[in-house]
């Protein structure tokens, strides 16, 4: 399984953040639109989660804009969720 858009769901984020042409962005700027850990976003690639990079050498990689700003709009649901209400001492009001 991998993340993938439609072609109208691309023209869809295209229009909504009037973005002209899909372009590849690099790691910082991945990380400023998603701010996802490197860490995090291999893991999420590897369960077909996130988009994935494209390859551009061989030490250099990019992502979709338009697939992150789709996906930034669609989060994954998660499994694991915090619940600070569950943790030990909160149920008799002492912490």
């Known amino acids: 399984m991998s993340y993938s858009i439609t072609p109208e769901q691309h023209k869809a984020i295209r229009d909504k953040y009037g973005i002209q042409y899909d372009r590849l962005v690099r790691e910082n700027e991945r990380y ?7 860490s995090t976003a291999w893991q999420l690639e590897k369960e077909g989660k996130y988009p994935l990079r494209k390859s551009l050498g061989a030490n250099s990689c990019g992502w979709s804009l338009v697939e992150l700003l789709h996906w930034i709009d669609n989060p994954p649901l998660v499994e694991k969720i915090n619940q600070p209400t569950k943790r030990r001492g909160f149920a008799n009001g002492s912490y």
């Open 32 to 38: 400023k639109i998603t701010s996802i850990a490197r």
